[in-house]
């Protein structure tokens, strides 16, 4: 039984990106020999999700898989992208106070729906592997989802594996 | 240490289906002989989830859990069923070309909601093993939910564990 | 190769809580000597959650976090608290009766919104170990959420690790 870990970079835009990671995840899976155990992929940003899906074929005008458009749609009614301080409780004075001493705009706090969605969605999944690949379906790909809509940014993929 | 899986299969109807598999996964990890460590119950379909929830004993008039028919309830206000082209973005033309090529009738790819609903509740739960039982307090129970409701379909339901 | 598993336990209020338990965790983790891993952080309770999530530093005048409070204001649009029986279907007359057998006031079962609001966010986070410490980036702290406002009660957390 062994532990394998790696990252990986991708760049996200200043709207919300869905990345089809699976490649990038094959290819760390491929590199550890591990044939059988479990496969996680992860987050360590708090406005970002790891998340399952179809890939949809079809792409919007900004380049978005529609079925991901469509979770978009769904949590701007639920979840509207925040344009100004007031309209959720956070960012408070306390967090723009703390982001100012980290040299941060305060503008980059207006993040909130962000920080929401992400969490609704998670901030990894857990795949199994068997023989030697991982265990998706027909159609299942990887998606690494970056809400953050104030800021272009590089992120970090995070995979880990247990198995032997 | 030790990895084992299984799957076992499950039939859904033509609307959102919540079947407690809790005897069949216990059933898998007797079997695995493993007594401490972790299992991770999956699904490999994209419109599906697995859950945990407790059992809340009332059904409804066909035969769904009262808490998981208010959990559909939630769901058809914010994602509601999918019921013509045009709804949402997905399915979108390049899709249902793709299905045509696979002999799929086009309007089983009406099931956007179900994607959307399954990808926020997510696909998979891993639950702590001690002693040889999960623990699931008095009350969990893992549910295997199918929120597709354009086909009646067999499903997979995957278990992995990795103890001792 | 092993398996560490231990509990602490934490005190709800009558109202959503969320409370920081990273570094309770950080001690379990310490203690179980392991190096590289997963750590999965789990509630065996089925009106609660465990998610990742920015500490956003501001207080509301409940001392819940601005973040969290805005994602209660979220749940409570789309899943109501539950105020009143018929409101949901579930609690039914036979949940009430077996929770009169426990011993339990029926008003108890009035928690519908807890489970809902729960589920939606998840049992469970898993997250990578590496050289010892959680992988949580510059942000991240981890939250135990109980949403059951009929009561206030002591909780389990449970944190299994799996590594060497």
Known sequence: MSIFHQTFKIQSAMRPTFQDVTEQVE???????????????????????????????????WGTDFLMQDLVGVFEKIIPTCRTQGQYLHPGPLHIEAA????????WSLNT????????LGRSVTVPVEDGAMVLGDFGRIYFADFDQVRARERLVRVQIIGE
Chains 1, 2, 3 share one sequence.
């Open 27 to 61: 290819q760390v899976l491929n590199g550890s020999g591990v044939e059988e155990g479990i496969l996680v992929v992860f987050s360590q940003h708090t406005t970002c999700s790891v998340l399952i899906q179809e890939a949809s074929d079809d792409l919007d005008y």
């Open 100 to 107: 100012r001493g980290r040299d941060e705009l305060p503008a």
């Open 113 to 120: 729906d962000a920080h929401l969605r992400s969490v609704i």
